[in-house]
């Protein structure tokens, strides 16, 4: 039982932040990654960017030296810091932890919350 509480989205001029958060309020017995992905009208979802249980990270190209993502273990929390927005930013950006199970592993997804970059 994992559900994945999203907040921090909104709107924001080109150039601006904006801080991206995401807690399980329920229990997850061994992550092996959370992440942030995102969906964009007429595209498919895409992964933004990934941080593993060991601490190593993963990031799309294109948002590469302006997003960084975070955690904190202990609160079950993921962040993901997004600086320098540009409009092509614009998508509902979705919450992905990744548990390890003993013969693969399980996806929990937030609902989304939206990013809207615009002048």
């Known amino acids: 039982q994992v559900q994945l509480v999203e907040s921090g989205g909104g709107l924001v001029q080109p150039g601006g932040s904006l801080r991206l958060s995401c807690a399980a309020s329920?229990?997850?017995?061994?992550?092996?990654?959370m992440g942030w992905y995102r969906q964009a009208p007429g595209k498919q979802r895409e992964l933004v960017a990934a941080?593993?249980?060991?601490?190593?990270?993963n990031y799309a190209n294109s948002v590469k030296g302006r997003f960084t993502i975070s955690r904190d273990n202990a609160k079950n929390t993921v962040y993901l810091q997004m600086n320098s927005l540009k409009p092509e930013d614009t998508a509902v950006y979705y919450c992905?932890?990744?548990?390890?199970?003993?013969?693969?592993?399980?996806?929990?997804w937030g609902k989304g919350t939206l990013v809207t970059v615009s002048p």
């Open positions: 941080i593993t249980s060991g601490g190593s990270t």
């Open positions: 992905n932890f990744r548990e390890v199970k003993a013969f693969g592993t399980m996806d929990y």
């Open positions: 329920g229990s997850i017995f061994n992550i092996y990654s």
